[in-house]
């Protein structure tokens, strides 16, 4: 049972098309300037009255019922915030009924319903599903299982639990996912939109849900990742980022000039390190204000050629928004807006300017399309939009203290959708086509729908707050919002914690370097010194971090395709790029956390997640805790950090050492500095691209001229599709854009790689060149790629194989060949010996211990003649000396292969016992070193 109106209303729309509908008397449901255009008027057919007609149950899938309840019997068909799609697949539905209540039955859940109070009203679980019976009156606060969300802002805020009734925090959201199998969402008293997508009347008075009660209740047992799915179908989707955004970021709280934007730029490339993204904060505006919006021209007196030279970089570019005062006076189109908005331009409503009213059209859209409008026309590409503006500034707030109204979701609304409301709005006449994207804080659910997530400024650079975000990036991922991004810096005297910030944000949905004033300021002494402020320039730190931090950088370089493909995943799927444990093995007590509310980040229950659908990220976030140098700033790693990792059921291979195992199991392993605990699913093809020296800026704005698939051992096959579009326009909605397929299948001493592309799009190119690396191989008797045979390179290069022994490796590079062709690389080679497991980590270590030791001077034989045969040296040369012998001598490569585990523990008790003998640090740390290898 239905009402008139709104099967009428649905009848129209399905015949004549929402347009006409929009005449009738009903509702306008459908959304106009959102990514698509969803619709919130659900299908008839999947709506159950009452008979009082004071209830009604919409279910939108069979796991999935909204329940409302009105006294005067008029519901909410509007889109909220947080629900914008109602009109989805009807599933099957049975009602019947007896004297006191109404039975409603789906496949998965069965409602029993006599009235809106508590044990009149219940979800119970059937055919199958768990989930724990929900009963009228209990919520995801009340409910110990929830598996918690994520509030607006880390500002001020360090390490607190995500309970909201703990945390109080704004904005914070309960995990749509629960342990009890159900979730509870209140859509009760929310703004909704109008048919211009607006959220108040010309009075700047909120349209507020019709509805006295409106509930949504999940119902998915421990199927978590369909809960997240489905919520994406009623909230819409989050979007496809830019490519750009998916890379390297820069920003600094620093009064940088034009010259020194480029400085940054250029220093970055000097030394070899990646940058994809830079961000103005603050100092490119005028300065009367916090607020600002027009270019202070003292440090920027051309801006559009400033912004030219970094797209010439193949740079995005962003800048900083504080919105809290309004349109000053000093701003340079103030006189405009006062014209547009027909106000007295010396009395236009509030003390410095226009005032800040979220609720009044006229203003945002002024400040949109005139005063913003003319800086993207310099070149800016997207906004980061700070907080000054509190959480009901703008006349906003209007629904109470639960702030649903609130100026940090619809801003972030506003700018990502006004490209698309522009078009529409001119005719066609403003149409850029480009991706609507912020960097900004969270405004409660929906917000997953305005891409990505800043989380506001560190509270304090402690190894405590660095454990805590990884637990808060990916417990995000239950309400949609898995692109959180932090202030990746570090304190100048503790050049270790920073690199191991570097790492968590290389590993995370954003990685952007920034600061929220530490690194300049009261801190600096004259003349200066490193350690006075905090770091923001990952090569402003001694020679060994700095390779651990380009390290860090490259890796996400490298790993651009594996992360742009896992974007498209979020736009299908709802799953974040951070995601839970519990999402893949919601059976093990060990992917859950052991307390949500104390320690978070301490424990790996709360510190590693899954990276993507293919890795494991179980990040070091303690010190290596080297002892006895106290007061004292360290300019080289001294020490290892032990570290638990909870290895999930099935084969998996460590990235850094290549060490394959075999799960469930926790582990106890002690990493060096170099060192991100990162385990690959056996079997696993993950894409990459080459990064080379020399050419580090800009390569997340290139298309894949060339691919790197990375075959991880442990697999018979496997296969990886790698998405790719242009990476900047909305053109990937109408279906332009491609996948690349990589198979490989094992057969014997046989492996087979295809590679096929389907699809197009604009700007992509006509070849690609392919590389295959083979991790843990042997080398080959026979290559060949698309049946012509390549041959042996020592350095590699087009249509040849080559052979990286520190890695263990076999490489295989084809050459730019036209992608409507099948591409197909063919090895045959021996089986890999046992002894080549976890091969690469400890030759690693071998070269660390002894460059350690030669410091001093004190690597035997390295020096002087040792009587042991120099084991620790003839590891550390033994990558290169296999890299020479796969091409020239299978035989002596195959022996040196066999010899290793020997030769391997005969260095580590030579170290051990020579470390025993001078009991100093520095040999007990090359001892440690080795003892500790996998």
Not at 409 to 425: F, Q
Not at 447 to 461: A, E, I, M, P, T
Not at 514 to 542: L, T
Request: proline share 5%.
């Amino acid at each position: 049972s239905y009402s008139f109106c709104t099967l009428l209303c649905f009848q129209i729309k399905m015949v004549f098309g929402p347009l006409v509908a929009l005449a009738t008397l009903c509702t306008a449901t459908v959304t106009k300037y959102e990514l698509l255009p969803y619709d919130s008027l659900a299908n008839p057919l999947a709506i159950v009255h009452s008979s009082d007609k004071k209830a009604r149950f919409t279910f939108l899938t069979d796991r999935l019922v909204r329940m409302e309840y009105s006294k005067e019997g008029t519901f909410e068909d509007r889109a909220t915030l947080a629900f914008v799609n109602r009109n989805t697949p009807v599933p099957r539905i049975t009602v019947s009924n007896d004297a006191s209540s109404m039975v409603i039955k789906t496949d998965k859940m069965i409602v029993t319903y006599a009235n809106f109070s508590a044990g009149q009203l219940s979800v119970a679980p059937t055919n199958g599903s768990t989930f724990k019976t929900w009963t009228y009156g209990e919520t995801s606060a009340s409910d110990k299982g929830n598996l918690r969300g994520t509030f607006r802002t880390l500002d001020r805020t360090a390490n607190v639990s995500l309970d909201c009734t703990v945390n109080k925090a704004p904005h914070c959201e309960y995990g749509l996912i629960s342990r009890s199998g159900w979730a509870l969402v209140d859509d009760t008293g929310v703004p909704c939109f109008d048919d211009d997508d607006w959220w108040s009347d010309e009075n700047g008075k909120m349209y507020k849900n019709a509805a006295d009660v409106d509930n949504y209740l999940f119902a998915y047992s421990d199927d978590f990742t369909a809960a997240i799915r489905d919520y994406t179908l009623v909230g819409g989707k989050i979007p496809i980022f830019p490519r750009n955004n998916h890379g390297v970021w820069f920003t600094r709280w620093y009064d940088f000039e034009n010259v020194g934007v480029r400085d940054v730029v250029q220093e970055y490339a000097d030394h070899g390190m990646p940058l994809d993204v830079m961000v103005l904060d603050m100092n490119w505006h005028k300065k009367d204000d916090w607020s600002g919006f027009s270019w202070d021209r003292n440090l920027y007196p051309f801006p559009a050629d400033t912004l030219s030279y970094l797209h010439s970089r193949g740079l995005t570019v962003a800048a900083n928004l504080h919105d809290a005062t309004g349109i000053g006076k000093w701003e340079d189109l103030y006189l405009q807006v006062c014209e547009y908005m027909g106000l007295d331009p010396n009395n236009p409503g509030g003390p410095k300017g226009v005032p800040f009213t979220l609720t009044n059209k006229t203003y945002v859209y002024a400040l949109e399309d005139i005063v913003l409008r003319a800086v993207e026309k310099d070149g800016m590409d997207f906004w980061w939009i700070d907080w000054q503006q509190g959480e009901s500034a703008g006349n906003t707030g209007q629904d109470g203290p639960r702030m649903k109204m609130n100026p940090t979701i619809w801003t972030d609304k506003m700018r990502v959708t006004d490209s698309i409301r522009r078009c529409k709005v001119s005719g066609g006449k403003d149409c850029t086509n480009k991706r609507g994207v912020v960097h900004a804080r969270w405004g409660g659910l929906g917000n997953h729908r305005y891409q990505h997530g800043f989380s506001g400024d560190v509270k304090g650079l402690t190894w405590y707050n660095l454990a805590y975000q990884a637990y808060f990036s990916a417990t995000a991922s239950n309400v949609g919002w898995g692109f959180w991004s932090h202030d990746i810096e570090g304190p100048g005297d503790d050049h270790e914690m920073y690199s191991r910030w570097i790492q968590l944000g290389s590993w995370s949905g954003i990685m952007r370097s920034h600061d929220r004033g530490m690194s300049a300021g009261g801190c600096a002494k004259f003349p200066s010194s490193s350690v006075d402020c905090s770091n923001v320039r990952p090569y402003n730190v001694p020679k060994p971090y700095e390779e651990i931090n380009k390290q860090a950088l490259v890796t996400r370089s490298r790993l651009l395709p594996y992360i742009y493909t896992q974007t498209k995943v979020a736009f299908e799927s709802g799953l974040g790029i951070t995601r839970p444990m519990y999402y893949y093995w919601p059976k093990e007590d060990n992917a859950y956390p052991v307390t949500m509310d104390s320690n978070l980040g301490q424990h790996y229950s709360t510190r590693q997640y899954m990276f993507g659908d293919q890795m494991l990220v179980a990040p070091v976030t303690a010190s290596a805790g080297c002892t006895g140098y106290q007061g004292r700033v360290l300019d080289e790693p001294c020490g290892l950090t032990m570290q638990q990792v909870w290895v999930p059921p099935g084969n998996w291979v460590e990235r850094d050492t290549h060490q394959l195992y075999s799960g469930p199991k926790v582990i106890l392993r002690n990493f060096t500095n170099y060192e991100v605990p990162v385990f690959v699913k056996a079997g696993a093809i993950i894409p990459e691209i080459p990064v080379r020296s020399g050419d580090t800026i800009g390569l997340a704005s290139r298309q894949y001229s060339e691919l790197v698939l990375v075959i991880y051992p442990g697999g018979q096959s496997g296969t990886y599709t790698i998405y790719e579009d242009d990476g900047h326009s909305y053109e990937y909605l109408q279906g332009k854009s491609a996948e690349i397929t990589a198979s490989y299948i094992r057969s014997g001493t046989q492996l087979k790689v295809t590679v096929s592309t389907n699809g197009t799009f604009t700007g992509q190119l006509p070849t690609r060149k392919v590389t295959v690396r083979v991790i843990s191989s042997m080398a080959p008797t026979s290559v060949s790629v698309d049946g012509a045979a390549v041959h042996f390179s020592r350095w590699g290069g087009d249509s040849s194989w080559s052979f990286d022994g520190s890695e263990g490796a076999l490489i295989v590079e084809g050459k730019q060949t036209s992608i409507g062709s099948v591409s197909t690389i063919e090895i045959t080679s021996p089986s890999a010996p046992l002894g080549i497991n976890g091969m690469k980590g400890k030759i690693s270590r071998a070269r660390l211990s002894k460059g350690n030791l030669d410091e001093t001077r004190n690597a035997p034989g390295a020096n002087v003649l040792d009587p042991a045969g120099a084991p620790l040296s003839r590891i550390s040369s033994m990558g290169d000396a296999l890299s020479f012998l796969a091409g020239s001598d299978v035989a002596a490569f195959t022996t040196m292969i066999n010899q290793f585990p020997a030769l391997f523990t005969n260095a580590t008790n030579e170290i051990s016992s020579l470390a025993a003998k001078n009991k100093n640090a520095r040999d007990d740390y090359s001892a440690a070193i080795l003892q500790s290898a996998a």
